[in-house]
């Protein structure tokens, strides 16, 4: 029900879409084993970063930059 000042809300469906997903972090080197980075350790330039699809699918590779950071774009939805 609604009053003069309402409209009402009329729904539509929507087609199925998958929208493309990115990934991104920062490698380092872990002097002290703790899983963190902490200052003084080093970030890993020029290592090679790889992620699979599901586990089983050919990786998709990357390295990381002068700050250890990487990044993966455009990756379609799912398990990596």
């Known amino acids: 029900r609604t009053t003069n000042n309402q409209e009402r809300l009329r729904l539509e469906p929507l087609e199925d879409r ?3 997903a990115g990934l991104n972090g920062m490698a380092f080197y872990d002097a002290n084993a703790n899983g963190e980075w902490d200052v ?6 020029g290592v090679g970063v790889a992620i699979s699809p599901g586990g089983v699918g050919p990786p998709v590779i990357t ?11 455009d990756l379609s939805p799912g398990s990596y």
Do not use: Q, R
């Open 18 to 20: 998958s929208v493309p």
């Open 63 to 73: 390295t990381t930059d002068g700050s250890g950071h990487y990044s993966f774009a």
């Open 40 to 45: 003084g350790e080093d970030f890993a330039e």
